[in-house]
């Protein structure tokens, strides 16, 4: 299979982008300066009419939500499960190709029946759910156990920056989790993913490239409007020239 290119994106414009730069799919979710989150139904709906190509324009993007009840970590309660589960079915069946899910355990090593159960709820709704393993693999004690996890699970691949903050640093587990996944399941490369390190992240072998081709779009003001924000916040859009910088950077 030839590398595939996801973006991450927040709204239907950076559906739009994904589309123009003939990404595979994208993730969808909003709060990415958090780490993301679940985005809105309405969100999804519109997202998944948006991924549609005009006749002859090239194939559909695939819609894949990432599904995370909160930012702040990956250990969560039995509310924080069935809230997503919940929205695992709600998005599946309501049109996304996928779900991107992850939940630890409060030692660090992947909720195995957490996971279990948000892997059962996409199945029951879609039989050929694609499920995805975020960046949770990153802050377990071992990325190559996890994997493992993740296998034993049937998840269709994982997300990763090898362990470190950016991918471009995690390059050597990225190569071993490779090696490790043996084609039973897909490995994809994200976190700082930019033109200028694309190639040598691809290089590693992984089947994907995840990133954002983002920029920020700063707010004026001097009020704070959350205890998070930076004196009234801005917020991210996904920039076209960046995404097909990335695309070029790859001869694709």
Same mark, same amino acid.
């Given at each position: ?39 809105? +139904? ?16 090239? +194939? ?80 377990? +004690? ?111």
């Amino acid at each position: 299979m030839p590398l595939a290119l996801e973006l991450a994106v927040q709204d239907l414009a950076g559906v739009r982008v994904a589309r123009e730069v003939r990404a595979r799919r994208v993730e969808l979710t909003q709060g990415l300066a958090l780490g993301g989150l679940t985005p809105s +139904p309405a969100t999804l709906e519109l997202a998944v009419e948006a991924a549609v190509s005009p006749r002859g324009a090239g +194939p559909d993007v695939e819609v894949h939500v990432l599904v995370r009840p909160r930012a702040g970590g990956f250990h969560y309660d039995a509310d924080e499960i069935a809230t997503a589960v919940r929205d695992v079915r709600w998005m599946l069946a309501h049109g996304a190709t996928g779900v991107v899910i992850g939940a630890q355990r409060v030692d660090g090593v992947l909720d195995g029946d957490a996971l279990a159960r948000l892997r059962d709820a996409a199945r029951d709704v879609r039989a050929d759910a694609e499920v995805t393993l975020h960046r949770v693999i990153d802050v377990t +004690p071992d990325p190559l156990a996890g994997l493992r996890t993740a296998v034993s699970l049937g998840l269709t691949r994982v997300l990763s920056s090898g362990g470190a903050s950016a991918a471009r640093d995690g390059r050597d587990m990225l190569r071993a989790l490779v090696a490790a996944a043996d084609g039973r399941i897909q490995v994809m490369a994200g976190s700082g993913v930019t033109a200028e390190n694309a190639a040598e992240i691809a290089a590693t072998g992984v089947d994907a490239l995840h990133f954002s081709a983002k920029r920020t779009v700063a707010a004026s003001g001097s009020v704070r409007m959350g205890s998070a924000a930076d004196d009234g916040g801005g917020h991210e859009v996904t920039e076209l020239a960046e995404a097909q910088a990335v695309r070029t950077a790859l001869g694709l």
